[in-house]
Every structure is written in structure tokens, then in C-alpha cells.
């Protein structure tokens, strides 16, 4: 097989309404800060909301000080972690993030219930929960929103739009697993971040790439951050 071509994803007509993106205190904030950079070179609308608990990790992970009272967005999605290859830094690092996310990417306190996307008259195209913590996983089944995230879950659903979550826990729980069912069977995508290797791995970016493509894929945004099965092209 070929090594991986990585491009821009490209925004498809299903699309045209915005994306929200939540993050939550699972780890793999390096899965959400990919999509985030995958959906401003798609030039998508995005609107993020990211939990305490999210910031927390993201913070652990990346080293990088979150301020939900006043979150610094362009700073957040040009992060590159020390291990990314140097084809991913200089693809990151010529991008003005500054400008692409600008009246693009917009931000969303996880406390605060007047914001648009807490309303099902908001159109939007699609929700993305990356990473998915396990309570996260539980106040969507349940219908039982504690903060802005499970609830533009719950609008989703209710909404019948395409909500995909991405937990990132192991080993799950029978519990834990209840409440993935409980999602899928409400119309949910249950797209655990489990990394395929068969796609010439080479680095930890083709790891992350494979997980981030799979969610592009369930937004309907072509891209070509890995190598697809038997796709020689």
C-alpha cells in the first residue's frame, strides 16, 4: 500500500449548516484539536463547547492552559504535540489560524443554556462528542443534561441529526455499554477512538488521522488524511 496523502477536507452539500463539536474529560484531546484543525481547512461552520473536566485533560495532555471564561481558540487548534511528524508540524505551522477561524469557529461556555446550539431551532448539520467521557456518555442516554454538551446531544437526537460520539475508554463497563446501546438505538454513532493498522502506520499522527477521517466520514466531508482499504489511488 502507499503512504497516506494527506489533503484538506473537502465540505459536502450536507454540510452547509454547522458542526458543534463538544469535548469532554476523556483522554485523546489530541482526537478533538485534529478535527477542529480538519474542520477549519474544510472551512466548516463550528461551534465547540469544551467541559471542565475537558479542559482538564487537554491541559494534561498538551500542556496547554484553557480558560473557559475566555478560551483562546487559535491557540488551541494550531497546537502541535512534540511528537508530530514534520510534514503534519509544517502543514500546522503555515496555516494563519488566526484568519481561517475567524466568524467560522465560534465558542460556547459549557454552562450557558442561551447559546444557539441549546435549541433545536438552531440548524445544524451534525454534532461531534470528542472525546466522550463515560458520565458524558450516561447524561446523553439518559436524557439528563447536567451542561451545554449533553445537551446539544440530546437536541440532536431529539432533532433526529447525525450525532457522533467518540468515547475513549478501556475497559468498559457493562453499564458503560448500556448506555452506547441506549445512544445507538436513539440514532446515534458510537465511533469509539480505536486506530486501524493498516493503513502504512508511521507515526502517531497516522494513528490520530485514522480516527479523526472516520468521524469526517460520518460528517460527510471527503478527505484523505489515511490510506483507505485496497484504495490504491
Known amino acids: ?5 494527506t489533503s484538506e477536507p473537502q465540505s459536502s452539500e ?8 463538544g ?11 485534529r478535527l477542529l484543525q480538519s474542520l477549519a481547512a474544510a472551512q466548516i461552520d463550528v461551534h465547540v463547547t469544551i467541559s471542565p473536566s475537558g479542559a482538564a485533560v487537554i491541559t494534561q495532555e498538551t500542556g496547554l492552559a484553557i480558560n473557559l471564561r475566555s478560551l483562546n481558540l487559535t491557540q488551541l487548534v494550531s497546537y502541535i504535540p512534540v511528537w508530530s511528524t514534520d510534514r503534519h508540524r509544517t ?21 450557558d443554556y442561551m447559546t444557539p446550539i441549546a435549541s433545536g431551532s438552531f440548524r445544524t448539520s451534525a454534532m461531534v ?3 466522550c467521557s463515560g458520565s ?8 439528563a443534561a447536567s451542561n451545554l454538551i449533553q445537551r446539544a446531544a ?18 468498559v463497563s457493562a453499564l458503560q455499554l448500556e448506555n452506547m446501546h441506549k445512544i445507538a438505538m436513539a440514532g446515534g454513532v458510537i465511533l469509539p477512538a480505536m486506530p486501524g493498522w493498516y493503513h502504512d502506520v508511521d507515526s502517531l499522527d497516522s494513528l490520530v488521522d485514522f480516527v479523526v477521517s472516520r468521524i469526517l466520514d460520518q460528517l460527510e466531508l471527503d478527505n484523505r488524511l489515511i490510506q483507505r482499504w485496497k484504495d490504491g489511488s
Open 1 to 5: 500500500m502507499s503512504s497516506p496523502q
Open 14 to 21: 450536507t454540510t452547509r449548516h454547522p458542526v458543534v463539536v
Open 23 to 33: 469535548i469532554t474529560g476523556a483522554s485523546g484531546a489530541m482526537y478533538a484539536i
Open 91 to 111: 502543514l500546522v505551522q503555515q496555516t494563519d489560524w488566526e484568519s481561517v477561524l475567524a466568524g467560522r469557529f465560534h465558542y460556547h461556555q459549557h454552562d
Open 129 to 131: 462528542v470528542c472525546p
Open 136 to 143: 458524558t456518555l450516561s447524561g446523553i442516554a439518559r436524557a
Open 154 to 171: 440530546e437536541v440532536h437526537l431529539k432533532e433526529h441529526r447525525k450525532l457522533v460520539v467518540v468515547p475513549r475508554e478501556t475497559p
